[in-house]
């Protein structure tokens, strides 16, 4: 909202075609994240994981159907290859926590449902584009979670008489959460500018090699050979072969097409980088 006033961006002069499609992208974005906090209380966090990641599978499908993108077979491969290797590291973590049961069947629902909007809401971020500027969205995807925190947190206090107290330090991990999610959201929007929503999303996938890397350099976790090999696996899809894609060299008439177009491809992966580097 800052940077909108520094702008000096009308936020509110958001033609009717387009606050329409606004709207079901706010609305869209904040189900699935209420829906995936709740997968993420109920289930065991591997089981949440290996369910919760169907997200950019369901966004093709939703991209597809609703706006008739056209993908590529290279865009299908690089997809399943980095589900796979979700599945791979998720799988090491079986479940130690004995407060947490094998998930049911309607435990399950909540991270697919989280899936299901989350797809809806990038296919309608895409369909958007940039007939408003990029900061917009994100301060009106705010604006959504802050009425769906009072809802929420109106709902809880009526259920129980006593409040949560935290310390500082995990005052200042939410609000570090929150700015690089806030960060990640911005170029996110930026990106579904430039970029395919079904393509764009195989890169969230890179976001467990990221969790993986932190996890060994500064928790000092050892890594298992299911984590390597997962991680190999998302980075081959969402790395080699999407990047080739990028830069024109996959699914091009002709090699003097690919080094035409190689300065404009390499802007658009650039900052397709900036979204997956933005999901730490």
């Not at 299911?226 to 991680?231: F, N, P, S, V």
Request: net charge positive; glycine share 6%.
């Amino acid at each position: 909202s800052l940077y909108a006033l520094y702008l000096r961006l009308d936020v509110l002069a958001v033609s009717k075609h387009v606050a329409k499609t606004l709207f079901y992208r706010v609305v869209f974005a904040t189900c699935g994240f209420i829906f995936g906090f709740l997968g993420l209380r109920l289930m065991n966090f591997s089981e949440y994981t290996s369910v919760s990641y169907v997200y950019p599978i369901l966004t093709q499908v939703a991209a597809y159907l609703l706006i008739r993108e056209k993908l590529t077979i290279y865009d299908a491969i690089s997809c399943v290859m980095s589900f796979v290797g979700v599945i791979i590291i998720a799988s090491n973590y079986t479940s130690n926590d004995p407060t947490k049961g094998a998930a049911s069947v309607w435990v399950f629902s909540a991270p697919l449902i989280a899936a299901a909007f989350w797809a809806l809401g990038d296919v309608y971020q895409r369909k958007i584009k940039s007939q408003i500027h990029y900061v917009v969205c994100p301060m009106y995807l705010c604006v959504g979670g802050c009425i769906a925190c009072a809802f929420l947190a109106f709902m809880n206090n009526s259920q129980n008489s006593t409040y949560t107290h935290y310390d500082w330090k995990i005052v200042a991990l939410v609000i570090t959460a929150g700015l690089f999610g806030t960060v990640g959201t911005i170029f996110s929007t930026l990106a579904f500018q430039y970029e395919k929503a079904g393509r764009l999303v195989i890169f969230n996938y890179l976001s467990v090699p990221y969790a993986l890397l932190i996890d060994y350099f500064y928790f000092e976790i050892d890594l298992s050979y299911y984590d390597i090999l997962g991680a190999f696996l998302i980075i081959s899809g969402s790395g080699t072969i999407t990047f080739l894609k990028g830069f024109g060299f996959i699914g091009c008439y002709n090699i003097c097409y690919s080094l035409q177009s190689h300065s404009h491809r390499f802007k658009l992966v650039t900052r397709i980088l900036a979204v997956s580097y933005t999901h730490l």
